[in-house]
């Protein structure tokens, strides 16, 4: 198998740790190429659980991880979960950890700020996870944040670090009481920076050495592509660029070298926070979808809101990131629905759209149409072959693969990492 690059093709929490999780052996290295802590990759391993949100999941197979210089990095979270994998038996150290230099910092009042804008600038909130990752990408685009290089000189350090408080401050001031402490923060950062310092790299310089000319790069991106900010649902949308074409900036490799580009969607489809969507279950039946597939955030414990599987949708996200195939996950969450429902076009009003709009109005205004299949009131968790799956999960499978004129390469069909059926190799 050549590079892989996997991203979620939904509105994230798809499943994307697992199916690294799963190919990750065959591959020298994992990268993670953009978002922050709020990113939530969860693998279950018999009774234990692995809730990952900044390192890669490599870390679980011992594999060389990276973390690339667009992902938003906390170091006090970045530190806490490293702590909780070696409690969990996960050796971590800077032979198989490293991140870029140049990464931007997100510090503890990027959070606060964030919290304070949700709650008390914006009519219709986003629907952030709070943890500060839009303020942090925010100081980056702005050029007044901190890089993980500028640990490295406490003079400097001291003067970037002054002026980004003195800049929120003024923010804060006319909103609230709270106000930035340029003391205890520079504190915090003298008191980690040694720990920290030990992990970073010039990424670009490291990967682009001759050790790793014949080595294979598997690439792991966060959130879903319908929350790309520049091709999601925006403004409903996370606060970095989701699509694989980031990779190779954020690493800095040729763009070829992303290699084949993996989507994964569940059988169905979740997004969390606000925003359009068209298929979601208002009804009872949403709720039993969420309980059935345990959809609570594994990193904010919020809700899923849950619908019916969105073609259209999935359709958009092909497009836009470039898939080569797709990895199916959840099929198992739907034994016992005698019904199944995929939408493969939109209407709006007396019009018939095969495409999902920009616009955030059309797209609360869609009436989606929809194929209704027989559900196969059977067990899958637990099969090892296509073939042995029931009959109507075959088709439910063929339908979607057929309307996405993609192949489908994995399947999940259940919680636990075994739970996967190879469908066809990835050519």
Not at 178 to 193: C, D, P
Not at 288 to 317: H, I, M, N, Y
Request: with cysteine; aromatic share 8%.
């Amino acid at each position: 198998m050549k590079n892989l690059t996997i991203v979620g093709a939904q509105w994230g929490d798809e499943g994307k740790g697992k199916i690294v999780d799963h190919l990750c052996n065959k591959f020298d290295v994992v990268l993670r190429f953009q978002g922050g802590h709020n990113a939530g990759h969860t693998i279950i391993i018999g009774k234990e659980k692995f809730i990952l949100s900044i390192l890669p999941s490599g870390l679980i197979r011992n594999k060389l991880s990276i973390i690339g210089s667009s992902v938003v990095i906390d170091p006090v979270h970045f530190l806490k979960e490293i702590d909780l994998l070696r409690k969990k038996k996960i050796k971590i150290s800077k032979k198989n950890l490293k991140i870029a230099n140049n990464a931007s910092i997100l510090l503890p009042f990027h959070s606060i700020i964030d919290q304070i804008r949700e709650q008390k600038l914006s009519k219709k909130k986003i629907g952030t996870t709070g943890r500060g990752i839009g303020p942090c990408y925010e100081d980056k685009v702005a050029r007044r944040g901190l890089k993980i290089y500028d640990l490295e000189d406490i003079d400097s350090l001291r003067v970037r670090l002054k002026n980004l408080v003195n800049f929120h401050n003024i923010f804060l001031k006319s909103l609230s009481k709270k106000r930035i402490s340029f003391n205890e923060t520079f504190k915090l950062l003298k008191s980690i920076r040694k720990k920290i310092l030990p992990f970073s790299i010039d990424v670009s310089e490291f990967i682009n050495s001759k050790y790793f000319f014949k080595k294979k790069f598997l690439f792991e991106g966060a959130q879903g592509l319908m929350l790309d900010i520049d091709h999601g649902t925006f403004p409903f949308v996370t606060s970095s660029n989701t699509i694989p074409a980031i990779a190779a900036a954020s690493i800095g490799i040729k763009p070829s070298k992303i290699g084949h580009i993996l989507g994964v969607v569940k059988a169905y489809t979740t997004r969390v926070g606000e925003g359009p969507f068209p298929t979601e279950i208002k009804s009872n039946l949403g709720l039993e979808l969420a309980k059935k597939g345990r959809e609570f955030g594994s990193v904010t414990g919020r809700p899923r809101r849950c619908g019916w599987f969105d073609a259209v949708q999935c359709k958009k996200a092909i497009n836009i990131a470039g898939i080569n195939s797709i990895a199916l996950t959840k099929i198992d969450v739907l034994d016992k629905f005698k019904k199944i429902k995929i939408c493969y076009e939109y209407k709006i009003g007396k019009k018939i759209i095969k495409f999902m709009p920009n616009s955030n109005k059309m797209l609360n205004n869609i009436k989606p149409r929809y194929l209704i299949l027989d559900g196969w009131c059977a067990n899958t968790t637990g099969i090892k072959n296509k073939k042995m799956l029931p009959q109507k999960a075959q088709k439910f499978i063929k339908v979607i693969e057929n309307i996405l004129n993609i192949p489908i390469n994995f399947l999940s069909n259940g919680p636990d990492r075994n739970d996967i059926i190879n469908l066809k190799k990835i050519t």
